[in-house]
DNA sequence: TTGTATGCGTTATCAT
DNA sequence: ATGATAACGCATACAA
């Protein structure tokens, strides 16, 4: 015999499915006595209840979906690790998609979301994506959606990210007071919204502190390799930065091996501050002083966000919030 | 009106419901004609396939699971990674779920992964794990399983692990012949299997090249900050090692922010080296030479070999898989 | 308090 | 070549 189904259980005891239905679950028609001997059968005969059954009659997955570009080591570890344990705690369970930062794949995630009929959506967008039609014209009508980190700012969104341009901010004021004057700003893909946002926080900063802004030692790049290879090539240059602000851990990475090679000591030829989401900057030396920005928090913010959203807690659509950093001071400026 | 379904094909079309699901799946039993006729107005309709029904009238999931410990930095990025990649590829999706390093975690992992249906199971143990009853009693007979990295190698399990032992030797053979003598050895968990097999091929190199093994100078650690703190206690004894081996990423973490702070010289004062899976040792100064064990790789070989026990294109059971691990030659030591 | 009947969307089996 | 029916396991509106 195979698994045991609420019928086998109904014709042992003689009686209906249905009454074995309910007093698996405790409904409150039926007798105590009833009850107790259902239970009883169930738990001998080892009844497991066939969730997929049960899901697809009441027509939810018992799912989360997860978009990311890709799994890297950096901010998205702790942001799926938020985001497991709070929708298991919250009886779902989590499926995990890559877009590998392409538009293409990152469509085709959305309908693979939209047909396995999961009850919620948390997406990274990849950086190729400049519209989320693909996310709101159809499939958010039946399934709530939290963009977070990577997002587009629209009408009918809700979104979690950090305050971009606060970060940045904060990071130059800091070298400022320390007096550094000649910065130089590497930043990640054009195409985020994170990047628009930091690089417009890092300029607003140049200019209240009356700083010049060097466009020599100011670039974008992609992948860790890129940034080292473009900031070894600064560093060959005649006037070099008194200090360097790198927008995200990947960037840094890159940059403190072309310091490592140039052999530059930090901070006393160079200085570095970066925003930084995981330990990095821990596990350099000098340590690196940073903008403290939590994945988890990102992670846990973002997907309560979307549990209220499914619970009809939060009646608009578009709720935008914005969590804060903070500055810790380590050795490296 | 709500999502189009095949009913709704059939009713427009004044055809039976079974001649829709026919045709729109290209069944030679359906006349040309009809099947363009039918799938033309699902076109136009938009007619979406709902798989939740497909997969309970199958009674497959489209589900694989994945269980870790918990989502960290250095090893699940690439292994997590990858398995996504080739499940796509698959047609299935991917489900996470962690431990947390708890057994009881790991147990109620288990039942949702019974209940959810899934199709297959990639299991990396939690340190608490010392038996895997709880997967192969009940679980493994409806679906195949593959546990990888944290394994207990017991029968009828089918394993990826890489040879830890090797890799351990290959480090300390490494050490031995630049001409280190009084080796460190930072060891991880003890209930490991993987720590064991290190911990052994540790042993046995230091034998084969004569070399005294230092008790004073080995530990197990649990996490970074353990591993940092012991060593920065190893550190303020009067004799000390001239190299340390550290058996994981996490494990080096530690134990060079334990040498950065005494401000010791790698590797002139001592030689560091290690067996990682991610890119810290590229990240530190100087860079680690280490014993590389991919986790993209890992993962890969885990979800191709249970890709093949579900389609049963492999017999046993009990198939252990050993990765092979290469030395990489960088700057300590 | 319990039973009956129906349906969720799809497909396999049988009949026509 | 197409139609009719039943079934997957469960939940629920309605009846008794």
Known sequence: MGRITIKDIAKLLEVNPSTVSRALKDHPDIS??????????AKDLGYQPNY?????????????????????????????????????????????????DLLEKEKENALVCQNFGLDGLLVCLSKETMDVGH?????????????????????????????????AITA????????????????????LEITQSRKKGFLKALTKHRLLHYGEFCFHADTLEESKRKFAELLEQSVLPDAVFTMTDQTLAGVIQAIYEKGLSIPEELAV?????????????????????????????????????????????????????????????
């Open 273 to 333: 501050i970066c925003i930084s989401n995981g330990n990095l900057p821990y596990y350099l030396n000098p340590q690196i002083t940073h903008i403290r920005h939590s994945g988890y928090a990102v992670g846990k913010t973002a997907v309560e966000l979307l549990f209220d959203l499914m619970n009809d807690k939060v009646v608009v659509s578009n709720n935008q919030l914005e969590l804060e950093t903070f500055l810790v001071e380590l050795d490296s400026c």
């Open 172 to 191: 130059i004021n800091h070298l400022a007071r320390k007096g550094y004057k000649k910065i130089s700003g590497i930043f990640g893909n054009q195409n």
């Open 32 to 41: 105590v006595s009833m009850k107790e001997k259902i239970q009883q059968v």
């Open 135 to 167: 996310f709101t014209e159809t499939i958010q009508r039946k399934m709530p959606i939290v963009f977070f980190d990577k997002v587009i700012q629209q009408k009918e969104c809700s979104t979690v990210v950090i305050n971009d341009e606060l970060a």
């Open 52 to 100: 997929q059954a049960i899901r697809f009659r009441q027509n939810k997955s018992g799912l989360i979906g997860l978009i990311i570009p890709e799994m890297g080591m950096f901010f998205f570890p702790a942001v799926v690790k938020a985001i497991e344990e709070i929708v298991k705690k919250n009886g779902y369970n989590l499926i995990i998609l890559q877009s590998n």
